[in-house]
């Protein structure tokens, strides 16, 4: 009984230990991609990428309709 708790002891550990890491890695990800996001937003000059979106005529028929509503 004594070695089935100790068995169940050491698998609880190596649970937590792999809840810890993937949630650690996890953590940097998003904290990574945040970044990154935040790098974009600062970056992208916003007039330029809408006018760009606006040269393709599928967006700009959505843009029509949308106002003849």
Do not use: G
């Not at 935040?38 to 809408?50: C, G, I, S």
Request: charged share 40%.
């Amino acid at each position: 009984m004594e070695n089935i708790e100790k068995n169940l002891s050491i698998i609880r550990s190596l649970e937590t230990d792999v809840i810890n890491k993937v949630s650690a890695k996890a953590d940097k990800i998003f904290q990574e991609s945040m970044e990154e996001r935040q790098l974009r937003m600062k970056t992208v000059d916003a007039d330029k990428a809408f006018d760009e979106l606006l040269k393709k005529p599928e967006i700009l028929n959505v843009f029509i309709r949308l106002r003849d509503k």
